[in-house]
């Protein structure tokens, strides 16, 4: 099942959120809501068509939700029920007693009968395993109903799937659970038609009501803490689902250092998320989420300065750096409107700033008067992450994309200028209008000119060009 899951999900079937415009080519299109299906479409098995406007041409585009999986083997294409019902399709095929499992909450997957007796969670979108707590331990699902379908049964599964079954039991609807079980039982039965029930379904109803009892729930594993990873970040942020436990902001090794990374047990969290700011996870990768207007982290916990000494960078040599993902035509056109991670005022500090053409600036001041040095011509990788610093060796300031110098500008000796407000990750602390729209995976202060072996090392969960 493992070799059938990898193929399905790197080879075989592809996502779809907007289809890209026929007529022209554009990618920028929009959803233009539903449409009637044709004849063709419903001979096909499609019972509804979505509308895919192009933002650039305004032609229409048609995207018919099939739900017969021979269909789908000849467009394989498509969002999570098409995706589960093609691969149901394909694990029966291939002789292994498979079902449909339907969340209320609107998710489709696959279980399977594993050779120990057990029924096993298998996602094909997400190429998740035995994983049944990935929704409401990953993505945040609030799940109400579960149910589990084959041509020959019906079952409420609702208990494998989550840690917190009276939580669940409280937002289930009016109905009671004598009634719930009656009607699923009597669906059972139809589908049965007059056959025995088959031989799994006495230990799985064991280990169902087992589930419900008294002290039941098990912590998630390191695995079912990832948030949604198919669908773009819009989408998904729109259905809330990028994961709200997978990243924190947490004190680094050294004084001042600020890390927006992994959260681990006995980490000391002095982050506070503003504004929109959100934790997320990115093809495995704990990021936190600064795509709202406003969205930022704020340094708490920490001293602003010791002395007159910024407390973060310190007086003399230091580097600020950060690993992001962001889309370049989504900043703003002024390198100063798109600060990443900034302690900086009139006359004073630093900052760390995202240009929509050469990637990254910084900007450093001594004796009041700003310094700036930008990328020049480096380029935004097409996908991925990309790690991006700021380097102050006190006579020059350097600027790096991808760990290679690319920019660096003498600055004047002189004391540097103090801006006297916390440090901010995804907006300036002193004009709050201004902010990087991005994910950041990590990002650091550090009291010392850093060679880029030095730097924080790439993501993990992910490589820096995914």
């Known amino acids: 099942m493992a070799q059938l899951l990898r ?22 299109t929009e959803d233009g809501g539903p449409l009637e299906p044709s004849e063709a479409e419903r001979a096909r098995g499609a019972d509804r068509v979505e509308a895919h ?41 291939l002789g292994f007693e498979a079902r449909l499992v339907l969340d209320w909450t609107d998710h489709v997957w696959t279980e399977f009968l594993g050779q120990d007796g057990r029924w096993r969670h298998c996602d094909p979108c997400e190429g998740r395993m035995d994983s049944p707590l990935l929704y409401e331990a990953g993505w945040g699902k609030e799940l109400t109903y579960v149910f589990a379908f084959s041509p020959a049964e019906v079952v409420d599964v609702t208990p494998r799937y989550t840690a917190v079954w009276p939580e669940v039991l409280a937002r289930r609807g009016p109905a009671s659970e004598a009634d719930l079980a009656g009607v699923v039982e009597d669906l059972d039965a139809r589908a049965r038609a007059g056959a025995a029930p088959p031989p799994w379904r006495a230990p799985e109803a064991r280990e169902l009501a087992a589930a419900r009892g008294p002290g039941a729930g098990r912590e998630a594993g390191a695995a079912e803490l990832a948030g949604r990873e198919t669908g773009s970040v819009d989408w998904r942020l729109a259905r809330g689902e990028m994961g709200p436990r997978a990243a924190a902001a947490s004190l680094g090794g050294e004084p001042g250092a600020l890390l927006a990374a992994a959260a681990r047990p006995g980490a000391a969290v002095v982050g506070r998320l503003c504004g929109g700011a959100r934790l997320c996870c990115v093809g495995g990768v704990p990021a936190l989420e600064l795509l709202a207007p406003g969205a930022c982290v704020e340094v708490e916990g920490l001293p602003q300065q010791v002395g007159g000494v910024c407390a973060a960078t310190g007086d003399g040599a230091f580097t600020v750096e950060a690993w992001l993902r962001a889309r370049p035509a989504e900043l703003r056109p002024e390198g100063f409107q798109n600060p990443l991670f900034s302690q900086h005022g009139p006359g004073s500090g630093w900052e760390l700033r995202l240009l929509r053409r050469g990637v990254v600036c910084f900007l450093v001041t001594v004796d009041g008067v700003h310094h700036e040095v930008d990328a020049g011509a480096a380029q935004w990788p097409p996908d991925g992450w990309v790690h991006v610093a700021g380097v102050f060796t006190g006579e020059r300031a350097d600027v790096f994309v991808g760990g290679q110098r690319a920019g660096a500008l003498d600055v004047p000796a002189g004391r540097r200028s103090h801006f006297e407000g916390p440090p901010c990750l995804g907006r300036n602390p002193a004009w709050r209008d201004r902010g990087a729209r991005c994910l950041v995976a990590a990002a650091r202060t550090s009291r010392a000119a850093l060679e880029p072996r030095g730097f924080l090392p790439a993501p993990r969960g992910g490589s820096a060009q995914e």
């Open 7 to 28: 193929w399905f999900k790197a080879d075989c079937f592809r996502w779809v959120d907007r289809l890209p415009c026929a007529a022209c080519g554009s990618a920028s």
């Open 53 to 93: 406007r192009c933002r650039d041409c305004g032609a229409v585009g048609r995207f018919p939700r099939y739900g017969d999986p021979l269909t789908l083997l000849e467009t394989r294409r498509g969002r999570c029920g098409e995706w589960a019902n093609c691969f149901t399709l394909l694990a029966a095929a």
